[in-house]
């Protein structure tokens, strides 16, 4: 390979723009040359596309820990899985599959001292079952957010009889932590989403005792039918409405596990959002825990996590889905239909395979 290329910022959206795939460039970019010492050239494999993805297309973040991308400029922050090529850093031998989050042109360049924010790792294949995605998906931030979501907010406990109700359910994180909350005791789950084949996934492929598309059926009536005893435990993925509805039913002393609000995403609001008065006084009157979730603030706790998580996936209790568009050309376009529910489980683009 001696030609590159990688993703431009072209344009923002505005920060209560709805992202189209025309605010995304792709364009030649130099082929790596000489490596100098501790650098490692690596082949982009896979490429994840995230919604927290969505603030660095605005001028300011409105979050301390990343930065804004820059029109014109290559676009960061998107987690990866490569091979190296080749390596002049001794840890690093060409054939290894490695994962950061970076930016990943067709062939990257990576000094390990330069990442230090989010080093490259080399990623431990006898853990994969033979499938080099999982990293972006269960084995990686996803399955972690999911992870710790549910055992540090869910407040689950065997034999208490709980129901879980799940937003963004047929989603990456939505899809897992649906499982998750099922193995850690809940009696009941029961996701929210976006389409009918997407409610047939969740009851028919993982087991959700019910669905609810959001976008044909009234979440409340169908919730009160589907939780009879209330919701105990809420993983919300979405914000806005639809977690008014779902609070409005939550029993006393139940959890929120805060987790995403992609709702208010295209919209000018700060994080978490403010909620209305309502929701606010039934959070209050039945003492519901509703505080923010940051995946990033466990970091002490993602080597046990991540363990757990591969006992369970490569044992099959824990199933994955992904949905794969073609191409680093089309990362923008698959960001865009990522945001809009274009998915079923993580939305992946796939750039190459391994040699
Ligand atoms: P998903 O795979 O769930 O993809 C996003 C999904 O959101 C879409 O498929 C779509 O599904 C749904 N969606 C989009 N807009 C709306 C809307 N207006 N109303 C309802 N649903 C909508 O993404 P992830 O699993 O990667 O992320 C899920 C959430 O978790 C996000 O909010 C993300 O920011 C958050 N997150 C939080 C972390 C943390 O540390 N707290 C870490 C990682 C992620 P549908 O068809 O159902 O509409």
Redesign the pocket.
Known sequence: MSTNAHVILVKRPGTNGTPTADNFGFEECPFPAELEAGEILIKTLYV?V???L?CRMNEDTGVHYVTPWEIGKEIGGFIGVGQVIKSSDPAFSPGDIVEAQAAWPWVALFKRKQEEQNPLRKVDTSLLGGKLTLPLTVLG??G???YL?IKEKGGIKPGQNQTLVV??????????AGQLGRLEGCTRVVG????NE?CQFLTQELGFDGAIN??TEDVKERLAALCPDGVDVYFD????E?SDTVISQMNKNSNVI?????????KDVPYPPPIPESTETRIKDMNINRT??????YADKFEEAMKKLAELVLSGKIKVRETTMEGLENTGKAFVS??????????IVHVADPS
């Open positions: 994840s995230d919604p927290a969505r931030l996803i972690l957010t999911s979501g937003s963004g359910a047929a989603g990456a994180c939505g899809s897992v929210i989403c976006g389409s997407k959001y976008k993925n979405v914000g806005g639809m805060l987790c995403g609000q992609i709702a208010v995403y295209n923010r979730f940051l995946v990033l603030n990522m945001m809009n529910g274009g998915n079923i489980g993580k939305q």
